[in-house]
């Protein structure tokens, strides 16, 4: 529910900051905490996931323990945001936006790589179906195999930073290390749909309730799949006008034959 109410935050607070005359900046910090309060709630959530969804048993019934490795998880994965934001923001910008991503996503990287190791000798060490997983045959081939793959991700982005002359090579690299980690997460809960109690087979619904959300996904999926491969081949290139605000007219004037010139040559730096 804290997660639900931060994206409600993020969602409106576009709208009302293009409406609002006083308080833009109000709005500024609602989009902000939102997307931070939402990532820190997935977090907290994975962490949970991981250790095994521990409940306690309260005059009320049964509750969820906070504890402080699902807090960790959640700065990894604002951490983890981050990282991707960055390097987003240096693929879609250029100019000082583009350094500012560039500034960012050292700090990023840097927090996400310390939580992320700090958070992989943990959960071996306090859950020990974890460790049974990760340094037994056949699991270890898997793990060591995503370790390699991560840590060469990560080496490559940090001399990226500032040294790589293609722009989408950072995001790039970050999607990577996203990817591998999430593998590595889903090698460590299967086949369990609530860890490490009840499978998929034995969690699953039965076959004609799961045979109908088949057909939805069928149809729905390749409509979704489609409108965003749509959405980003019109969205494609840099973002020139980054700087301007949200629903603000453009502005007119000689800049403006400037700027369509740089669009049409983007060799042709400006200051």
């Known amino acids: 529910m804290v997660m639900l109410f931060a994206l409600v935050f993020r969602g409106i607070s576009f709208e009302f900051r293009s409406h609002s005359k006083d308080s833009k900046a109000l709005w ?6 939102g997307s931070i ?27 969820f323990t906070i ?10 994965m604002v951490s983890g945001y981050a ?4 390097a987003w923001l240096v693929y879609k910008t250029g100019g000082a936006t583009q350094i500012f991503g560039r500034e960012v996503s050292r700090a990023a990287w840097l927090l996400a790589l310390a939580f992320f190791i700090v958070a992989c000798v943990w959960t071996p060490l306090s859950v020990a179906e974890v460790a049974r997983r990760w340094f037994t045959l056949p699991g270890l081939l898997l793990f060591v195999t995503l370790a390699v793959a991560l840590v060469a991700a990560s080496v490559a982005f940090w001399r990226s930073i500032w040294s790589s002359q293609n722009d989408s090579h950072l995001l790039k690299l970050a999607v990577t ?6 593998i590595g997460f889903a090698g460590t809960i299967w086949p369990y749909a609530i860890p490490y109690r009840t499978t998929i087979v034995e969690g699953a619904g039965d076959l004609a309730s799961i045979k109908f959300a088949l057909v939805g996904i069928v149809v729905v999926l390749p409509v979704v799949l489609t409108y965003q491969l749509y959405a980003y081949r ?3 290139g ?11 007219s453009m502005p007119s004037g000689p800049g403006i034959h400037t700027r369509r010139t740089h669009e049409r040559d983007p060799g042709l730096h400006l200051t």
């Not at 990282?83 to 960055?86: D, E, Q, V």
């Open 28 to 33: 500024n910090w609602a989009f902000a905490l």
């Open 37 to 63: 309060v939402a990532a820190f709630a997935q977090g907290m959530m994975l962490g949970d996931f991981v250790q095994g969804i521990q409940l306690q048993h309260g005059p009320y019934g049964q509750t």
């Open 67 to 76: 504890t402080l490795f699902p807090l960790l998880c959640g700065m990894a």
């Open 83 to 86: 990282l991707l934001g960055s």
């Open 177 to 182: 290390m996203t990817v591998v980690a999430f």
């Open 234 to 236: 019109v969205f494609r």
């Open 238 to 248: 840099k973002a020139h006008d980054a700087g301007a605000s949200y629903g603000a």
